[in-house]
């Protein structure tokens, strides 16, 4: 089973590929041209967001250098442990909110302090899955499609956000 995964992994891209030559070939598109139009708009969006990209960067290194995430663990340890959340998580679900790779520089930090099968470790990899860059992905993609109006978005995102992190404590403790 594991080698036919492989198979498949390994011709995906190229079947692929030959498939979006074929359909422009078949409806007489110019390929190429559209592609070399995507590349383009695709630079623009990347040139867009960019500032935003760097602020995000830079408040989560701001909070992570300064301590502030681990007064911030410690402040809420009370309330994480009533419902059995590991307090030494709590930096990693507040820039798991704001930046991925920053967080998985926590991540990396949590393994090699706990270990990757311990309780922590486990929640840490189920979080990881369960829940979003909020923050990011919502500067992101509003900015690139130009909404101004985000209406309930940020909360439906936090409340997704919080039913991932229980269901990695949840989950974790199954196993």
Do not use: W
């Not at 500067?139 to 909404?147: E, G, P, Q, T």
């Amino acid at each position: 089973m594991a080698q036919l995964l492989s198979n498949i992994s390994n011709i995906i891209i190229p079947v692929l590929i030959f498939y979006i030559i074929a359909y422009g070939v078949i409806n007489k598109c110019n390929v190429y041209e559209d592609f070399v139009k995507g590349a383009k708009d695709g630079f623009k969006t990347v040139v867009g967001i960019m500032p935003t990209l760097v602020a995000l960067m830079i408040a989560v290194g701001v909070l992570r250098a300064s301590g502030f995430l681990d007064f911030l663990g410690n402040l809420c340890t009370p309330l994480s442990r009533l419902f059995h959340f590991p307090a030494e998580l709590i930096p990693l679900a507040i820039i798991k909110m704001f930046s991925s790779s920053a967080a998985t520089g926590l991540v990396l930090d949590i393994f090699k302090n706990y270990g990757t099968d311990s309780f922590i470790g486990l929640v840490t990899s189920i979080m990881m899955s369960c829940t979003e860059t909020i923050f990011y992905t919502m500067s992101v993609y509003f900015l690139a499609a130009k909404v101004t109006r985000t209406r309930y978005t940020l909360a439906g995102a936090l409340v997704s956000t919080l039913a991932g992190i229980i269901a990695s404590v949840v989950l974790a403790g199954i196993m």
